[in-house]
C-alpha cells in the first residue's frame, strides 16, 4: 500500500467506524425493545459493563441516549415534555430527556429505547440514584447501587498494598458478588467464570488502547480533537467496553493515531492554539461550539470530559485475571474514583497537564443542568489562572438546554480570549527578540 492509499485508508478510519458502530448499538437496543428483551441500565461512571456483558445484557446508557437528543437538535421536545409532566426546570437535563422518551414509550431519534430490567448505578453522582429510584418507580425493575469509596481528600488515596485500600478494594467485591447473584437471577444464567475472563482480557485491550491514545496526542500538531472526535471514542468505550468489537475497535484506533503521528497528520485545522476542556460540550449547538474556537485555530487536546465521562478507563487499568472478581473490584474502585476526581480534584491533574501536552490556555464549560460537574469550577480555575498564570475562559450555558445557550454571547467572550493569547504570544515573541 502507498503512503497516499495507507494516509486514505486510515485517517478518519476512527471516526467512520465509531459512528458506524453507534449505530449498530441502537438498532440492537431498538431490536430488543421491540422483541421484548432485557436490558441493563447504566451510567458512565462506573458501567460494571464487565459483569453484565458476561451476562449479555445489552447495555443502555441514559446519559449517552440524552445527549444525543441535543446532538440531534429535538432535546427542546423532550425537555419540554418532561417540564409539563411535573419536572423542575433546574434539575439534569438528562433526567428529563430521558423521562420525556419515556413517556412516549422509549421513542428516541435513534431507534426505540427498551424498558429497564435492571438498573446499575455507583454513588459517582447523587443524581443517579435520584435517577434510577424514578426507573424503580416507572418499571418495578430491582436497582443495584455500588457505593464506590471516593478520595477522601485531594491526593489523599490510599494504594494496593495499604490496608485502608484493601478494605475498600474489598468492600467494593463484596458489592459486585451481591450483583452478579442479582444478574442470575434477572437472567435466569449462571454466571460463567471463564466467559467473565473472556470480557476482562477485551476490557484490558480497551483500557490500554485508551490510554495510548490520549497519550499520543500530545504529538505537535495533536492527532484528534478531545471535543468533537473524542466523543465518538467515548461512546464506542462505554457501550462496547468487555467485547471483542471494542477491544478490536480501539487497537484499530491505535494503529491511526500512531499513523498520524508518525506522519505528522494533525486535526483537520492547522493547529494554532492548544487547549485544555473543562466540564461537558454544549450539545445543543456542538458543531458551532468547536466551531468557536476552530475559527481562532485553537484545538483540543485533552479534556477532564474524556477522563470521567470514560469512567476511569483513561488510567489504563489491566485486571489480573488469576483473581478476576478481587480483582474488577480493583479497577472498579481506581477507576470510578479517578473519574470522581475528575469532577471533584481535578486541580493537580489539570496542572500536570498543561504542562504535558503544553497547553496554551484551558476552558472551563460549567452547565446550568448538571450541578456534579460545575460545582467548584470557578476556584479550579481562580487557582489555575492566578496562581499558575494559565489562561483561561469560564463560559457557562448548558448540555441539553438551548434555552440558555447564547451563542452570540459566547461568541464574544471566546473572541477576547483569543486575542488575549495572540497579544500574550507576540510579546513573548517580542520579550525573547529583545
Ligand atoms: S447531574 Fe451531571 S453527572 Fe449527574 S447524571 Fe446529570 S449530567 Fe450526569
Redesign the pocket.
Known sequence: MTTTESTEELVGRGNREGAAMFRDWFVELDHTAKTGGLSAYV???GSINEILKTFDLPVVFP?INSLQTAVRRVAHEYLEEAEDYGYSPDI????KADIGSKLRGGEHPMGQIPAPSLSVLTN?????IK?AEIWERMYDAPTFTIDIPGTRQAGGQTWPGDADFEADRKYVEVQLGELITVCEEVTGKKFDIDKFREVLTHANTMSRSWNRILELNRAKPSLFNALTDGTIFLGVANGFRGTEAGARYFERLVEEMEYKAEHGIGQTIEEQYRLLFVG?PCYPIFRRFNELFTDWGGTFVNSTYLWFASGGTNGGFQYDLADPLASLAEGVLVSTRDAMDA?FHQNEVLTHMTKDFDVDGVIYHPIK?????STGLADSRRHLTEELGIPSLFIESD?MDRRVVSEAQMKNRIDAFFEGLASRRQQALAGAEG
Open positions: 451510567f458512565v461512571m446519559e439534569c437535563g438528562y433526567v459517582a453522582c447523587n443524581t443517579y435517577w461537558v469532577m443542568s448538571c450541578r456534579t460537574v448540555m
